[in-house]
């Protein structure tokens, strides 16, 4: 199947402009092109967009997008050292989702306090408002 360049992009979640960035530094193998000379992607070429978008999504720089794109485009001699980026990005989005955790533990906390703090007032409000009978 193929796909038009709005299509591509919608079905990657990126914009058009993106993708003819990407095209542009060399992330993405220029599309085909049809009769009239416009883009068509193939499945393929969504699989990889797809692929660009995690590892952006993963923090990765561009720069290494580009070098492991590069790599995959050498082909299979390539494998170890894609792998070897790859490897160092996972070890980078666990430090992070650790961190993040933290951040996490830090605000369970905070609202946590929120809300007793809320109880308390409400018990107060509640005990000057009754009147005794």
Known sequence: ?????AQAAEACGLSID???YYERIGL?????????GR???SDEDINWL???T?????????????EYAQLAQDGEATAALRKQILVRQRASVHAHIAELQTCLEVL???????QRI???FQDKQRKVTEVPA
């Open 1 to 5: 199947m193929t796909y038009s360049i």
């Open 18 to 20: 993106t993708l003819r």
């Open 28 to 36: 993405v193998v220029p599309p085909a092109r049809d009769s009239g």
């Open 39 to 41: 883009r068509t992607y």
């Open 50 to 52: 797809v692929f660009l």
């Open 54 to 66: 995690k590892l952006r999504t993963t923090g990765m720089p561009i720069r290494l997008m580009r």
């Open 108 to 114: 369970d906390y905070k609202i946590e306090n929120y």
């Open 118 to 120: 809320e109880e308390k």
